[in-house]
C-alpha cells in the first residue's frame, strides 16, 4: 500500500523544522492571519482527555514585546553566561546554538511576533510526575504543529522558556491571572531569511532506542 502522503516532502518537513533565532526577519511584518492559520492547524493536535485546553496569546505591540524581552534577559544573563563559560569543551554544533541563543536575547524585542502558549489551570501543588507529563503533553503537540505549519508558511520560530523564570511578572504584564492560566513558552516569530534550512547532525536511532527492556 503506498503511503498516504508524500514522503519526501512530508520527511523534509519534519527534518529541517529548526530552532530559528539568527535568520529570524525582524523588519518583514507577519499577518495575525497567518498566526490564526497556524493556530487553527495546532488545534488538531491531540489533548490529555481531549480537555482542549491550550491557549494561545499573541503579541505584536512593540512596548509588551520589549518588556517581555526585559524579563527574558534578566533570566538569560545568569543562565547563559554559566553556558559560556562551558562552551571551550563543547562541540562545535552546540556551540552555534549557543551564539544564537546570545543573539537572541540582544534581539528579542525586536522579532515582530511574540507567541505565548498556554493551558488553563495549573499543576497541583506537590503533585507526581503523571500530572506533568498529562498537562504539559497536552500542549507541546500543539506548539511543535503550530511550529510546523509556521516553517510551511515561510516563517521560523523557537521554543524559549526563559522568561518563566520571572513568570509573574510576565503574567502583570500580559493581563493574565497566572493562579489560573500556565505560561508554557515563549516563540518568537518571524519570516525567515531564506528557508533553505537542512537536517542537524543527529545519532543514529539504534544508539538512543531500547526495545522491551533498558538493560
Known amino acids: 500500500m503506498s503511503a498516504p502522503f508524500d514522503l519526501t516532502e512530508t520527511d523534509r518537513l519534519l527534518s529541517t523544522t529548526r530552532a530559528v533565532r539568527k535568520r529570524l526577519d525582524l523588519e518583514r511584518p507577519v499577518p495575525r492571519d497567518t498566526i490564526l492559520e497556524c ?36 533570566a538569560a544573563d545568569t543562565y ?20 544564537s541563543a546570545f543573539w537572541l536575547v540582544d534581539h528579542l524585542a525586536d522579532v515582530p511576533v511574540h507567541v505565548i502558549p498556554c493551558l488553563q489551570g495549573r499543576i497541583p501543588e506537590n503533585a507526581g510526575n503523571i500530572m506533568a ?33 520571572h513568570e509573574r511578572e510576565a503574567a502583570e504584564i500580559l493581563g ?5 492560566v500556565t505560561q508554557v513558552a515563549l516563540l518568537p516569530v518571524a519570516y525567515t531569511r531564506g528557508t533553505d534550512f537542512k537536517a542537524a547532525d543527529r545519532p543514529p536511532p539504534s544508539e538512543i532506542t531500547r526495545f522491551n527492556r533498558w538493560d
Open 80 to 99: 547563559l553566561q554559566m553556558a559560556r563559560a562551558n562552551l571551550d569543551a563543547a562541540g562545535a554544533q552546540t556551540r552555534r546554538v549557543y551564539d
Open 39 to 74: 493556530i487553527a492547524l495546532s488545534q488538531q493536535a491531540p489533548t490529555g482527555s481531549n480537555s482542549q485546553s491550550w491557549r494561545w496569546l499573541v503579541v505584536d505591540d512593540a512596548e509588551t514585546r520589549r518588556k517581555l524581552a526585559g524579563l527574558y534577559k534578566q
Open 133 to 165: 507529563a498529562s498537562l504539559y503533553g497536552s500542549i507541546f503537540p500543539a506548539v511543535w504543529s503550530f511550529q510546523l505549519a509556521l516553517r510551511s508558511r515561510g516563517l521560523g520560530s523557537a521554543l524559549t522558556t526563559l522568561h518563566l523564570l
Open 176 to 180: 493574565l491571572d497566572p493562579d489560573a
